[in-house]
């Protein structure tokens, strides 16, 4: 800046034409991230909602959410059905209370779609703050510009933004509340950052600890320790009173929700814990696989391991990398899941302060790690269902049975389906997933849905034979609707 301006002093006419391309630069940059986020945010909107009118979701998450979301207008607090058939509260197994902020907007529009879309657009909106980060630290814009596209094209953002395997969590919101949380509280605006923060922590159970530890980075990278401490303990307590109180207090009872994904350890905090100080070997076998090896390799290794040069800032990373990692449910430690959210933010804002410490070229080494990414951006939700998306475009007689099937259902009447039908039919109180039927009157059954059944189709004939009581209404293209009339 000084430079700018002795050279205006001595040679105006040519400092003129410099300080103008420097604000073309500037503003080029600029552009070409907010342009960047804008497409890609729409792109994968457009992806989403041509997986949703595919009949390509399922009832898990995106069913549960919506009911939840539905049942919540309807005077009915997070309410959703379980797998079993029986009616319970979200806080039950996640404290994503995020989905209140998603009832006005069902008020005004009442489709998943809403969600769905908002989703990507939200996970898109993350690229801002990368770059402010990047171009005040790096003081380079262009390779505040690399570091806003590496984080766009890197594979657990874009997995975020479009989760084919659940289609929406709360848990992905987080990821761009978190990174403009770091960007608050870095320019010392602690109330913009209180309001991110505590959005991110509505999210999951062990979000307001990762937000927690953004304190302890603020008290030793600031010196504001009392801010920062206090900001650790709220986090560390609010997560705390969701695993010990909250989550216990609204599960429904003998339902532990997290002891499968944990049963080699325990099956809880407790025994965990127990298992951790008695038989430490357990903890290594199950967190040291290829598998998961794998996985830490692909979420570090494409951004050059710069967040490491940052280890107060990755910390927010450890809470969810423990729960992954300790996990034996083996979607808990890929790429292509929801689970990378609480990881990703903190994992791309500490490679921006890595990055700082780099003593070579950042424009250079930030180009190196674009470079990485997009090696691997291949592995991309929208490259992986290409052709999905694509049939989506094209006449299909199974999916106008399907849409046909549904539109039969009348509103907020007890429903049973198959897996797949039962998430576009969740915008009411009861839905049961076939075979359970329950206090359901109507029924609706896709033969081809592998995922309820693997022997469906067989299985559900024999079903349909055994209860004269349910009468077909519709039959097409292996999908039946029936009715029960006794």
Not at 296 to 307: D, I, N, R, T, Y
Request: aromatic letters at 12%; glycine letters at 6%.
């Amino acid at each position: 800046m000084t430079s700018v301006g002795v050279e205006q002093a001595g040679a105006p006419s040519q400092s003129g034409v410099r300080v103008r391309e420097c604000g073309r630069v500037t503003s080029a940059a600029t552009r070409a991230v907010y342009i960047s986020a804008a497409v890609y945010g729409l792109l994968f909107a457009v992806a989403v909602v041509l997986f949703y009118v595919g009949f390509h979701e399922e009832r898990l998450d995106v069913g549960d959410m919506v009911q939840a979301i539905w049942s919540t207008t309807h005077g009915h607090f997070l309410e959703f059905t379980t797998p079993e058939g029986l009616q319970a509260s979200r806080l039950g197994v996640h404290t994503d209370v995020f989905l209140l902020f998603l009832v006005p907007l069902w008020l005004v529009w009442p489709s998943p779609i809403v969600p769905l879309v908002l989703q990507p657009l939200a996970v898109a909106s993350g690229a801002l703050p990368v770059y402010w980060l990047a171009r005040k630290h790096l003081g380079n814009e262009r390779a505040a510009v690399f570091l806003s596209f590496a984080y766009l094209l890197y594979p657990a953002t874009q997995f975020n933004a479009f989760t084919p395997t659940s289609g929406f969590h709360p848990i992905s919101f987080a990821v761009p509340l978190i990174l403009f949380a770091i960007w608050f509280l870095d320019e010392d605006r602690l109330v913009p950052f209180a309001v991110c923060a505590l959005l991110a922590a509505t999210t999951k159970e062990e979000i307001p600890l990762a937000v927690g530890c953004l304190g302890l980075w603020y008290a030793f990278s600031k010196g504001r320790r009392r801010v920062g401490l206090a900001i650790f303990g709220v986090g560390a307590a609010a997560s705390l009173l969701a695993f010990v109180v909250i989550i216990p207090h609204f599960s429904r009872p003998g339902y532990a929700p997290f002891a499968e994904r944990y049963s080699t350890l325990g099956g809880n905090a407790h025994r965990i814990l127990h298992t951790a100080v008695t038989d430490p070997g357990a903890l290594v076998h199950t967190v040291a696989t290829p598998h998961k090896a794998v996985y830490l390799l692909f979420l570090f290794c494409p951004l050059l391991g710069l967040a490491f040069r940052a280890p107060l800032l990755l910390l927010g990373a450890v809470p969810d990398l423990v729960i992954n990692l300790l996990s034996v449910k083996p979607s808990s430690t890929v790429i292509g899941t929801s689970y990378t959210a609480g990881i990703l933010p903190f994992l791309i804002a500490a490679t921006v302060f890595g990055l700082k410490k780099v003593k070579r070229d950042r424009r250079e080494v930030s180009l190196f790690a674009l470079a990485a990414v997009a090696a691997i951006a291949i592995n991309s939700p929208i490259v992986a269902n290409a052709r999905t998306l694509g049939a989506s475009l094209t006449s299909d007689p199974a999916r106008d049975a399907q849409a046909h099937a549904v539109r039969l259902i009348p509103h907020d009447i007890p429903v049973a389906a198959t897996h797949e039908l039962a998430g576009y039919l969740s915008a009411r109180r009861y839905v049961y997933i076939f075979p359970y039927v329950r206090s359901a009157r109507w029924l609706v059954v896709n033969e081809n849905d592998t995922r309820t059944l693997p022997n469906l189709r067989s299985f559900a004939q024999r079903w349909m034979n055994a209860h004269p009581e349910w009468r077909t209404i519709y039959h097409a293209q292996g999908v039946y609707v029936l009715r029960k009339v006794k």
